[in-house]
């Protein structure tokens, strides 16, 4: 199931769905150069934004939505 996940730092949401504790599907609802200044930034300094595949920001909030319950594991059953 789709969660909304917030990024702590610049405040861009994205949806998130969580295969195992490891593997996280991570979509975004915008073009996430316009949005994320992290990828922004490498985008404007020349790297391909499908090359950039996130930011640490963003990684550390996902992390954080499933240490705190608000993202879990989907159930595939």
């Keep these: 199931m789709w969660r909304p996940v917030r990024c702590g730092t610049c405040g861009n949401q994205v949806l998130c769905e969580k295969f195992s504790p490891a593997h996280t599907q991570v979509q975004w609802t915008d073009e996430a ?38 993202l879990e594991v989907a159930d595939r059953g």
């Design 33 to 70: 150069a316009a949005v994320c200044p992290r990828i922004g930034e490498r985008v404007a300094a020349g790297e391909l934004s499908a090359q950039v595949r996130s930011c640490e920001a963003l990684r550390e909030s996902v992390a954080e939505s499933f240490a705190s319950g608000a």
